[in-house]
């Protein structure tokens, strides 16, 4: 069956899902008030870096599934399945998520809806918001216009954002029950290419749904900051943490994803998401169950903080130093630099007195936007021209090809801190360099 679905909020998540959902064969309408964003994404142009997903926009809108507008109206009258896709930032100065965004799309969507409708929720909120909304929207919505708010958590990663929005390990539905309706049904519909695959459907209830993505988000970033802090006690005893996390990942209660230990976690999810996590938890008096989060954050926090320190020690002295940055996106496959721990790094380190070069394949604009005093360099080679440390921090496939020849002719002092132990040591040792991995001998 094919739907009319609206997706609001065209970011990572919401351009996304939405030319996703039309690739499914569904007849979808983006919506945004960011003019610029709209007008690239029209032409067929993906305002960020996402593997494969200019190719799924462009398929789409060429086939006339899939179209922009800024028009809340347009997309009321159009669609009877809205998906909410809009950011929820961390507040300045707070732990607590912003919630402006979300309430927003409710507040102009409810009064201009003109048929039943039912309205999924994608963004990570605090447990308690989707209730919250569902009674603004009934209150919101015409007289006699039937409107339901249900939970669809997104677990999408960048980098691999359409093959987990196409094929996820599972979908997860959170609905009213105090209010039931027919958003299961709608879901169904939607998904029903994904369900016949087999993909897991798991249907609760609003609370349980909205608690799924934080603690899913929250696990993942304990599972981090866990070889992290083993990573801490690996150099205090002279162990390698690489080869414990392949020891003990082996254990298949345990397994090998995410135990990569390094500069840690960044983005535009794990890190606002803890915070906000442990702000809700603490509304709810609830807060000493995830005061261990404090500490995750922590642990992470202090990776930075340990990069700089192995700078300074391969420096001497930072002041006067020239330092080469390769990677600023908090992760490979991406230009996101949200909390990205190697521009936290650069920043550090220049705001200590050295002449820092940054190069990353794609985040350079995103880069300069937010850090516009760094030095910025074409080419991994050119970054680290007369350097007298290299340090590897996100670990591109081109970084982890890097030829230490080609590079040793060009730095001042062979030395490299790799900041994600993405690189083999014996052939950097081999080649005459000094080689610090974070977490090894
Ligand atoms: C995350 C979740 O994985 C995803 O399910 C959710 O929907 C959104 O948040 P994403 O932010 O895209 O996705 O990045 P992810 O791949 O989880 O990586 C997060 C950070 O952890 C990156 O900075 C990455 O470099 C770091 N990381 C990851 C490690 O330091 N070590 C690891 O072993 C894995």
Same mark, same amino acid.
């Given at each position: 069956m094919t739907c009319n679905i609206a997706v609001f909020g065209t970011g990572y998540l919401g351009a996304t899902h939405a030319a996703c959902m039309a690739e499914l064969g569904h007849h979808v309408i983006g919506v945004d008030v960011d003019a610029s964003k709209l007008a690239k994404l029209e032409s067929g142009e993906v305002p960020f870096y996402e593997p494969g997903l200019q190719e799924v926009l462009q398929r789409n809108i060429a086939a006339g599934r899939l179209r922009f507008t800024s028009s809340y109206q347009e997309a009321a009258s159009f669609a009877d399945i809205h998906f909410l896709g809009v950011g929820t930032p961390q507040k300045k100065g707070e732990f607590a998520a912003d919630l402006t965004y979300v309430d927003a799309v409710i507040e102009q969507l409810a009064p201009l809806l003109e048929k039943p409708a039912v309205i999924f929720g994608k963004s990570t909120v605090p447990v308690g918001t989707a209730a919250r909304l569902a009674a603004k929207a009934r209150q919101l919505a015409p007289a006699g216009v039937d409107v339901e708010v249900a939970w669809n958590p997104e677990f999408l990663r960048e980098g691999f954002a359409v093959q987990d929005t196409l094929h996820p390990d599972r979908l997860v539905l959170g609905i009213d029950r105090d209010f039931p309706g027919r958003a299961e049904e709608a879901a169904r519909a939607v998904y029903a290419q994904l369900l016949d695959e087999g993909i897991p459907f798991i249907v609760t209830d609003l609370a349980t749904s909205e608690l799924v993505k934080t603690s899913a988000n929250a696990f993942l970033a304990t599972k981090i900051s866990f070889i992290n802090a083993m990573a801490e006690v690996c150099e205090a005893a002279g162990a390698d943490v690489t080869v414990l996390a392949d020891a003990i990942g082996h254990d298949e209660r345990i397994g090998r994803k995410f135990l990569n230990a390094g500069v840690g976690f960044g983005g535009g999810c794990l890190p606002k998401d803890i915070r906000a996590f442990m702000a809700r938890a603490g509304e709810l008096g609830a807060d000493q169950a995830l005061t261990f989060l404090r500490e995750v954050d922590d642990i992470n926090m202090r990776r930075r903080a340990r990069m700089v320190e192995l700078a300074r020690e391969a420096c001497g002295s930072l002041l006067g130093a020239r330092v080469a940055v390769l990677g600023a996106a908090f992760k490979p496959d991406s230009d996101d630099v949200r909390d990205s721990p190697a521009l936290n790094v650069a920043g550090q380190i220049q705001l200590q007195g050295a002449a820092v070069n940054v190069y990353d394949p794609k985040a350079m604009d995103n880069s300069r936007a937010l850090f516009p005093t760094l030095g910025y360099s074409t080419s991994a080679l050119d970054a680290c021209s007369g350097a007298d440390v290299v340090l590897v921090l996100t670990e591109w496939r081109e970084?982890?090809?890097?030829? &230490?020849? !080609?590079?040793? @002719? /060009? /730095? *001042?002092?062979?030395?490299?801190? !790799? #900041? *994600?132990?993405?690189?083999? &040591?014996?052939? $950097? *040792? !081999?080649? #005459? $360099?000094?080689? @610090? #991995?974070?977490? *090894? &001998?």
């Open positions: 970084f982890k090809e890097l030829n &230490p020849n !080609d590079l040793g @002719r /060009v /730095v *001042r002092q062979k030395s490299l801190i !790799d #900041g *994600r132990n993405c690189l083999n &040591p014996t052939t $950097w *040792r !081999d080649a #005459g $360099w000094t080689y @610090r #991995g974070l977490g *090894r &001998p």
